[in-house]
């Protein structure tokens, strides 16, 4: 470990106690509540340090912040109607801006993401829906759901990794990079599920690098109990219009493709998850493939409950035309209770992106987080 990374980590780490003293003191003068039986307003509070320790080329060790204040709120005005708002204020970008790496390493949504979001001249309005579920019976019911959604709470979940901000902090752990998964737009979701079984059908219209295109994707999953613990198993396929360049700029295609994701207790302190993915190269995209998974390990191991360890690997296949040949990524966090409203996570990432034309990139990324829930 270099002096410079070592004085860096010092320095750091001073500010990164003052700002969890603050969270702290903070979430001890205002807690989570209901406003009334039918509204419920939640916020989360949440600050990221990095610092990227890289073996790229013309690339300096960067370090970086950010700050994340996500309100929610949310009117249940019967048992089958309900509307939910979300925004999100941030500061900082991390070390996001100008990543050097094919994967983003924190892929929480930073002061850049939230100003015009996809083009259409909206601030830090991230979601705002309304759904309506029909119950049939015990077992059955279908839910609607319309306005402005986040694909990512549809498609793709997984219990173990889908989470920035309490599990994984790379965006290959946190959904599939290859599923392309659109956020904050017009769209639906229609919502089947018959005991064990769900059917997931979501549609949308976004907008992104100043392209216009509609995105279509189809989900099954199936809930299980075993002796050793809970299991959930999803496939999913999804498709869009025809927006986007093909490799020789001749013409238009559309992003198409599939995946899966599933996670397993195999008991009340271990649980796994994997997840694979596959896309169409007929337009510019740089992995066709991605294989991921990892481990979850409760604190019930040590006797903290609230507590738990994540690693993760994944391994993606560029395109044929990318210049991309491969991508390693491994990620390991352990998260610690602090209280009711705080927890704190230490995280390690590594990055090596094997190249066909140009000298590889790789690297390590050290990270702390912070939360405050209210």
């Not at 790229?56 to 204040?69: E, I, P, R, S, T």
């Not at 959930?232 to 295609?253: A, I, Q, V």
Request: charged content about 20%.
């Amino acid at each position: 470990m270099s002096v410079k990374f070592s004085r860096c980590l010092v320095v750091k780490g001073i500010e990164i106690l003052g700002a969890l003293l603050l969270l702290v003191t903070t979430s001890v003068i205002a807690s989570a509540y209901d406003v009334n039986e039918k509204i419920s307003i939640n916020s989360t509070l949440t600050g990221v340090y990095q610092y990227g320790d890289y073996d790229v080329k013309g690339v300096d060790n960067k370090d970086g912040g950010a700050v994340v204040l996500d309100l929610g709120a949310n009117y249940h005005p019967s048992n089958t109607d309900e509307f939910q708002v979300l925004l999100s204020f941030a500061a900082g970008n991390g070390l996001n801006k100008n990543n050097p790496f094919s994967l983003v390493p924190y892929a929480d949504d930073l002061e850049d993401d939230l100003k015009d979001i996809n083009g259409r001249n909206r601030d830090y309005l991230l979601e705002a829906w309304y759904k309506h579920t029909f119950k049939f019976s015990e077992k059955v019911s279908l839910g609607i759901t319309g306005g402005i959604i986040d694909a990512t709470r549809y498609i793709d979940d997984n219990n173990f990794a889908n989470c920035e901000t309490s599990q994984f902090m790379n965006q290959i752990f946190v959904n599939n990079k290859n599923v392309n998964l659109p956020s904050y737009d017009i769209g639906g979701v229609a919502e089947l599920n018959v005991s064990n079984l769900s059917i997931r059908g979501l549609m949308m219209n976004t907008e992104n690098e100043d392209r216009n295109y509609d995105y279509y994707a189809l989900q099954l999953g199936y809930a299980i109990e075993t002796p050793m613990g809970k299991g959930n198993y999803r496939l999913y396929g999804f498709t869009t219009s025809k927006s986007f360049e093909n490799w020789d700029r001749t013409g238009k295609e559309n992003l198409q493709g599939f995946g899966i994701s599933a996670d397993q207790q195999l008991s009340s302190i271990i649980g796994v998850f994997a997840r694979l993915d596959w896309q169409n190269d007929a337009a510019v995209i740089d992995h066709q493939t991605a294989y991921s998974g990892g481990i979850n390990i409760n604190g019930k191991l040590w006797g903290r409950e609230n507590d738990e360890i994540g690693i993760g690997y994944a391994y993606l296949n560029g395109a044929d035309n990318s210049n991309i040949d491969s991508t390693n990524a491994f990620e390991t966090y352990a998260k610690f209770k602090i209280s009711q409203f705080n927890d704190i996570s230490f995280d390690i990432q590594y990055i090596d992106d094997n190249l066909k034309h140009d000298e590889d990139r790789k690297g390590f990324i050290y990270g702390v987080r912070v939360n405050a829930y209210f």
